[in-house]
């Protein structure tokens, strides 16, 4: 076991950021553990805390990305939510990246249903009902799971959501002011907007939002082909385009809706 | 007697109950700009004498149309627009085209989005919808200016 535990330790230098070494050992971890330079490196590298929680919870969230140790039993565990040892819920860290999170890769392309099922499945593991029962760090962190899942999936599932986050993950947005638009393309929205203006009937005004529904599939599938060929600027073009046209969406429903009541 | 003044009473009271209700989140300027829009409307785009500034907000996808006319002394003698979006953008625009009426283009010019969102009350997340309402004043300037040009070099 000691000749065991010098090796990993001459290892343990070349400790990447996450706090892993690199060798394999027929040794336990515990033992690893017991060194005392590998302790000290890895109390260096935990608890990156975000105040807001903390001083809601009064205890500091352990959240390295990859390898972490359990509030509960202190062991090493690879698994994000659900401890492999002793199955208690982690604590969450927010800025996780959804992909990751919904164990998807990171492009625009993904299936919904897919997406779905991996969302339910993700909920069936840390909804609060199942932890009505734990402890109260369990349940707390399990509500927090719970809506970080939930906010994961809606970002991911709604195509608009998607490409706005994908760009927010390259460090770019879509552009906030009134910057130089097409002309063209604002006078045409002005006439379909003028076009729901005028709109009275249900009829009618279902039929525009069809025709604008099978013209935002469109613009997804090239938005797909922008971020699959990497083109942001393309991309950034098109997201500013369907927003334009769902916002036109937006007023048909609410006057639909309007209709209706009246 | 008392049975009047008892009976008033009662009646008062859930008056007073529903004066405390708070009714909107939008300032009373601007639900008034929205309920009773002044200047919504179009000007001749192909009269050089008119200016059209067409804007949009990529953010909320609001699409703002603003047209001025001016008269030979440089005065804009009257202001439309048309505006899709939110009730903040329709407010900013309509309180807009009242201001500049009756200012010449260089002092149309000079209006900034913080003297509209301050008379309109706009919180902070409504803030670009007044910019937007400055740039539509901006573009219809420049564009009556571009067709002045056009006229003089035509001559």
Redesign the interface.
């Known amino acids: 076991m000691r000749r065991v535990a010098r090796i990993c330790y001459a290892n343990a230098n070349k400790i990447n950021g996450l706090g892993y070494t690199s060798c394999r050992t027929v040794g336990t971890t515990s033992a690893l553990a017991t060194l005392p330079r590998l302790q000290v490196e890895w109390e260096q590298l935990g608890a990156a805390p975000y105040l807001s929680t903390q001083q809601k919870r009064g205890y500091v969230p352990d959240n390295m990305s990859t390898a972490s140790n359990c509030w509960n039993c202190k062991k090493d565990t690879t698994d994000r939510m659900l401890c492999q040892h002793c199955k208690h819920l982690q604590d969450v860290n927010t800025e996780v990246n959804y992909f990751e999170l919904m164990d998807f890769p990171q492009t625009f392309a993904l299936e919904a249903s897919m997406l779905t099922k991996r969302f339910r499945q993700l909920q069936s593991l840390v909804h609060p009902d199942k932890f009505t029962n734990k402890t109260s760090r369990e349940q707390s962190n399990s509500a927090d799971w719970s809506s970080l899942i939930n906010k994961a999936y809606k970002t991911l599932l709604i195509p608009i959501e998607r490409g706005q986050y994908l760009l927010k993950l390259h460090g770019r947005q879509?552009?906030?002011?009134?910057?130089a638009?097409d002309?063209e393309f604002?006078?045409e929205?002005?006439e379909r907007?003028?076009e729901v203006?005028e709109a009275n009937t249900k009829q009618e005004l279902e039929d525009i939002h069809e025709s604008l529904t099978k013209e935002l599939e469109e613009k997804v599938k090239h938005l797909s082909k922008h971020f699959a060929g990497n083109n942001l600027e393309e991309a950034t073009a098109v997201m500013?385009e369907m927003?334009?046209?769902?916002?036109?969406q937006?007023?048909i429903k609410n006057k639909l809706q309007s209709l209706m009541g009246s | 007697m008392a049975s009047l003044t008892r009976v008033s009473r009662l009646l008062q009271a859930p008056l007073r109950r529903v004066q405390s209700i708070p009714v909107a989140l939008y300032h009373e300027n601007v639900v008034e700009h929205y309920e009773n829009p002044r200047n919504v409307g179009s000007l001749d785009k192909k009269d050089s004498t008119v200016g059209t500034g067409?804007?949009?907000?990529?953010?909320?996808?609001?699409?703002m149309?603003l047209q001025i006319k001016v008269d030979e002394n440089g005065k804009i003698i009257d202001a439309k627009f048309?505006t899709?979006?939110c009730g903040s953008a329709i407010a900013s625009s309509s309180l807009a085209t009242e201001w500049v009426k009756g200012k010449t283009i260089d002092e149309a010019g000079k209006l900034k989005n913080t003297d509209i969102a301050k008379e309109l009350r706009l919180p902070p997340v409504k803030l670009?919808c007044s910019?937007?309402a400055e740039?539509a004043i901006k573009a219809a300037l420049a564009d009556y200016k571009v067709k002045q040009q056009k006229k003089k070099d035509d001559k």
């Open positions: 879509i552009p906030q002011d009134n910057s638009l002309k604002l006078m929205m002005m907007n003028e203006d500013v927003k334009y046209l769902l916002s036109i937006k007023t | 067409l804007v949009g907000a990529p953010a909320c996808g609001d699409v149309k048309k899709f979006g670009h910019m937007l740039d």
